[in-house]
């Protein structure tokens, strides 16, 4: 079946370390992209990618990473310098081939701190 | 800031009922998506609206824009418990931007 998995379900942080989420698509999707959505929100752009190996700043990038080497992984490092990273994290993909690109969603990755 | 504005902010109403939710913006856009996502879900494409198009109907789904005004609605007819979601618009400017943005959302619960 086509479709983008994000892993894990549930994430554990605690003070100080780095964790990294991951992101994977089998749609043959030159986009990618990472959101954060806090409770009762809607959704934040963290960071995009239209190519491999490379990728732009969302509207939230600061405290995150990601990296772009291959066309069906994004996975996103949440650093400690977030200070506030308890979330609902979501990967999203989609053609770049029109202006009326859909996105397709993951299911999500939920963090929390300990 | 959020590009789009839903309102209502939260929407109850019985089985077979009518919902209508709307979308605000600010800046011209290329399209006009709407998106479902159930409770700690991922977000699923219901449809999209081109900026010349002024409605679009799939299934018991109708959407209507007004560029005029900046403003879109989503109207569900005949609902079911199982539209119960949250139902977010999100816009994608005019010009070479690919991102969307998304806003923040408006839940709708149907009671059997």
Same mark, same amino acid.
């Given at each position: 079946?086509?479709?983008?998995?994000?892993?894990?379900?549930?994430?554990?942080?605690?003070?100080?370390?780095?964790?990294?989420?991951? *992101?994977?698509?089998?749609? &043959?999707?030159?986009?990618?992209?990472?959101?954060?959505?806090?409770?009762?929100?809607?959704?934040?752009?963290?960071?995009?990618?239209?190519?491999? &190996?490379?990728?732009?700043?969302?509207?939230?990038?600061?405290?995150?990473?990601?990296?772009?080497?291959?066309?069906?992984?994004?996975?996103?490092?949440?650093?400690?310098?977030?200070? &506030?990273?308890?979330?609902?994290?979501? *990967?999203?993909?989609?053609?770049?081939?029109?202006?009326?690109?859909?996105?397709?969603?993951?299911?999500?990755?939920?963090?929390?701190?300990? | 800031?959020?590009?789009?504005?839903?309102?209502?902010?939260?929407?109850?109403?019985?089985?077979?009922?009518?919902?209508?939710?709307?979308?605000?913006?600010?800046? =011209?856009?290329?399209?006009?998506?709407?998106?479902?996502?159930?409770?700690?879900?991922?977000?699923?494409?219901?449809?999209?609206?081109?900026?010349?198009?002024?409605?679009?109907?799939?299934?018991?789904?109708?959407?209507?824009?007004?560029?005029?005004?900046?403003? =879109?609605?989503?109207?569900?007819?005949?609902?079911?418990?199982?539209?119960?979601? =949250?139902?977010?618009?999100?816009?994608?400017? =005019?010009?070479?931007?690919?991102?969307?943005?998304?806003?923040?959302?408006?839940?709708?619960?149907?009671?059997?």
């Amino acid at each position: 079946d086509g479709g983008i998995t994000q892993s894990p379900k549930y994430l554990f942080r605690k003070e100080g370390q780095n964790v990294t989420l991951s *992101c994977e698509q089998n749609l &043959n999707h030159d986009a990618m992209y990472w959101y954060r959505q806090d409770p009762g929100q809607g959704l934040r752009l963290i960071y995009y990618s239209q190519i491999v &190996n490379d990728f732009q700043k969302g509207d939230i990038a600061e405290g995150y990473s990601v990296s772009r080497e291959k066309k069906e992984s994004f996975p996103l490092t949440v650093t400690s310098a977030q200070k &506030n990273p308890t979330a609902f994290y979501l *990967c999203a993909s989609s053609t770049t081939g029109g202006y009326w690109e859909t996105q397709y969603f993951g299911p999500g990755t939920r963090l929390l701190v300990l | 800031s959020q590009q789009g504005e839903e309102d209502p902010q939260a929407l109850s109403i019985q089985e077979g009922e009518n919902a209508t939710m709307n979308c605000s913006y600010k800046t =011209s856009i290329n399209n006009l998506q709407w998106y479902r996502q159930n409770s700690g879900r991922g977000l699923v494409h219901l449809i999209l609206i081109r900026s010349n198009e002024r409605e679009k109907h799939s299934g018991r789904l109708r959407v209507t824009l007004d560029t005029s005004k900046k403003s =879109s609605s989503l109207l569900i007819t005949a609902s079911r418990a199982a539209d119960t979601a =949250s139902y977010f618009c999100a816009t994608k400017a =005019s010009g070479s931007a690919r991102q969307l943005t998304f806003g923040s959302g408006t839940q709708l619960t149907v009671l059997p």
